[in-house]
Each structure stands twice: as structure tokens, then as C-alpha cells.
């Protein structure tokens, strides 16, 4: 575990991959779990509401084959850890979904001694739970779990510039700058805007 150069957001229950891990925000009644089988129904009730993968082409585009595989994979951890998906919990009602799609090598092009990794972090929440500050509070605990405790350098949050709510939640929530793919063009996933989060912007970051 890193030493965070700031209070982490959450307080952690055990330790990753054991059946009570969870993050429980410090602010009561809202925790990050990893998914269980039994929970499939959740997450594919999220994955299915169109409203909520409207900029996630990975999500809306897929068929509800692919969503059910989507949805059973984060149910098992890999190894090494390659994605951290959680299901966000609201007085024991689950309202979204949050967590790290990709964890791999930061730079693609870096020695073989170098165990530097990064991540690529999102966040859903179900149209009637938004505005309440679950997307801030639950993508700070996924920020500072990953920087702090699985040691990423850094964590990368992609959208499509017309994802007006994401934009607000990074450059007003957390004081970051969007950056622009080269040449405006749009990644894999159709995004256009990036935000790079670390352990020193996010010490820096407008809300804590």
C-alpha cells in the first residue's frame, strides 16, 4: 500500500478477494462491493439501461450476449489484476457501477524491470439516483484505491465531449483539465476528452 499524500475517502473492509472486502465511504450509507454471481441481475439491469452507456460504445453497442459475459467476468478477479469493477451500494440498494475497466502497463513501451502500471477508470449511475453525488464520491474511492493501495501511477477517465455531466464532475468536482486526443480524433471507445488522475493533482483537487 502506498502512503497517500492526502485522508483516502473510504475506509477499507478486508483485503481484496476476500468475501467481506468492500469500500464504505466515509460519508454513511454508500460502499463500493465487488460483484457476486447472485448479484448478475444488478449489473445487467445497469448494463441494459441505455441511459446509462449513452457514452460508453463498449456497453451501448453490445448485445445482451456480450453484456452477460461483460457482467460475469467482473465477477471473478484475474491474475495479474487486469480491470476492478464494483457495484455502487445505497442503503444496501445498488445504484450504479464504478471501477477500473483496464489496470496494465503504463507506458506500452517500458522496460521489462519497470512494474510501473496504470489504470482507466468510469462510473454509471442509475437515472434515479443521480444528483446525490454518488459518481464523485464513488470515482474518488475507486481514484484512491487505485493510486494508494494497488500503487497505479496513474489513472486515465476518457468521455466524448458531448458527455456534458462527466466534464462537470472532473473539471468542477475534481479540478482537472481535459485534455484532447491528437489532431481532436477519438479513441477505440469514440471518446475525445481524457483526464490523467494522480497522486498529486488529486491532493490538489477542488473537492476532498
Avoid at 464504505?24 to 448494463?47: C, F, H, N, T, V
Amino acid at each position: 500500500m502506498e502512503t497517500a499524500p492526502y485522508s483516502l475517502s473510504y475506509q477499507r473492509v478486508g483485503r481484496l478477494g476476500d468475501s467481506e472486502f468492500k469500500l464504505q465511504s466515509k460519508l454513511p450509507d454508500l460502499s463500493l462491493r465487488l460483484p457476486r454471481y447472485e448479484d448478475m441481475g444488478a449489473l445487467l439491469a445497469i448494463l441494459r439501461n441505455k441511459a446509462n452507456s449513452k457514452f460508453d460504445k463498449s456497453i451501448y453497442a453490445a448485445s445482451n450476449q456480450e453484456l452477460k459475459e461483460i457482467a460475469q467476468r467482473w465477477t471473478t478477479l484475474s491474475q495479474p489484476l487486469a480491470y476492478l469493477t464494483f457495484l455502487i451500494w445505497h442503503n444496501d440498494v445498488p445504484v450504479g457501477i464504478a471501477g477500473l475497466g483496464w489496470i496494465g502497463l503504463a507506458n506500452e513501451n517500458q522496460a521489462e524491470s519497470d512494474p510501473s502500471r496504470a489504470g482507466a477508470a468510469g462510473v454509471m449511475i442509475e437515472p434515479a439516483a443521480r444528483g446525490k453525488g454518488y459518481a464523485y464520491k464513488a470515482l474518488r474511492m475507486v481514484f484512491d484505491y487505485g493510486l494508494c493501495e494497488l500503487g497505479l501511477v496513474e489513472i486515465r477517465v476518457s468521455t466524448h465531449s458531448k458527455n456534458v455531466s462527466m466534464q462537470m464532475l472532473m473539471e468542477q468536482k475534481f479540478g482537472l483539465e481535459a485534455e484532447r486526443h491528437i489532431g481532436d480524433q477519438v479513441d477505440k471507445f469514440g471518446n475525445d476528452l481524457f483526464w490523467v488522475v494522480t497522486t498529486e493533482n488529486l491532493a490538489g483537487s477542488t473537492s476532498k
